[in-house]
T-cell receptor
Framework: DADVTQTPRNRITKTGKRIMLECSQT?????MYWYRQDPGLGLRLIYY???????NKGEISDGYSVSRQAQAKFSLSLESAIPNQTALYFC???????????????FGPGTRLTVL | AQKVTQAQTEISVVEKEDVTLDCVYE???????LFWYKQPPSGELVFLIR??????QNEISGRYSWNFQKSTSSFNFTITASQVVDSAVYFC????????????FGGGTRVLVKP
């Protein structure tokens, strides 16, 4: 089973609709992240969470909100979707603990969102 | 602020040719990590390598090799004897220790290997 899962994998919605993308992990990591990928721009950080009570804005948080329901779950919401939020969304996890933290992030398979 | 630049947006080669992907980074931190990820047409991100700022040794893994040069803030990636399966988008990324694991990605380089 995958360590980091995302649901749904694909979603088509209309402008103005509320959308929630969900991410779950079984790695026991404390840190979770949401990125979006646009052609030519790489991945950009939307929000990140270092633990359940810690939520931080990333580079492009406008139009998005998040919820860390538990250590293993981190959801991303688009309150009123617009076409320029059409993108590939990735969830990732990392673990700050360990004798030699590596800063490595583990990515989910991605959610392809299309806003019409 | 940290920044990663991948100047090559797309590279096209014929199978068995070598291809080098450039990555230049900017950071004020003295402790940082550099990564390369591969994104095949299926879309997932595949981790290739991690290098910390205190380890400047070059690394070779099969047909892949990496050249880390702090003096020029570069972390270049070479695929030797390319194969069609190497066709993908490759991302270079930077994580500053002080920034708590947040990754900054370059724009990616699309590699197309033709048979």
């Amino acid at each position: 089973d995958a360590d980091v899962t995302q649901t749904p994998r694909n979603r088509i919605t209309k402008t103005g609709k509320r959308i929630m993308l969900e991410c779950s992990q079984t790695k026991g990591h404390d840190r979770m992240y949401w990125y979006r990928q646009d052609p030519g721009l790489g991945l950009r950080l939307i929000y990140y969470s270092f633990d359940v009570k810690d939520i931080n804005k990333g580079e492009i948080s406008d139009g998005y909100s998040v919820s860390r329901q538990a250590q293993a779950k981190f959801s991303l919401s688009l309150e009123s979707a617009i076409p320029n939020q059409t993108a590939l969304y990735f969830c990732a996890t990392s673990d700050r603990r360990g004798i030699v933290p590596s800063n490595e992030q583990f990515f989910g398979p991605g959610t392809r969102l299309t806003v019409l | 602020a940290q920044k990663v630049t991948q100047a090559q947006t797309e590279i096209s080669v014929v199978e068995k040719e070598d291809v080098t992907l450039d990555c230049v980074y900017e950071t004020r931190d003295t402790t940082y990590y550099l990564f390369w990820y591969k994104q095949p047409p299926s879309g997932e991100l595949v981790f290739l390598i991690r290098r910390n700022s205190f380890d400047e040794q070059n690394e070779i893994s099969g047909r892949y090799s990496w050249n880390f040069q702090k003096s020029t803030s570069s972390f270049n990636f070479t695929i030797t004897a390319s194969q069609v399966v190497d066709s993908a988008v490759y991302f270079c990324a930077l994580s500053e220790d002080a920034a708590g694991n947040k990754l900054t990605f370059g724009g990616g380089t699309r590699v197309l290997v033709k048979p």
